[in-house]
């Protein structure tokens, strides 16, 4: 039960981290996308 937990919490703070970066780098791509149009 302890096992399942640990691994519980480290699968749901990889995904939290990923979906952090995603999200950030889409940010940065949208934001870099509208300092190219004039």
Do not use: Q, Y
């Amino acid at each position: 039960m302890f096992f399942d937990n640990v691994v519980f919490a480290g699968v749901l703070t990889v995904s939290l981290m990923v979906l952090f970066f995603v999200g950030f780098g889409i940010f940065i791509w949208k934001d870099a996308n509208k300092r190219k149009e004039p």
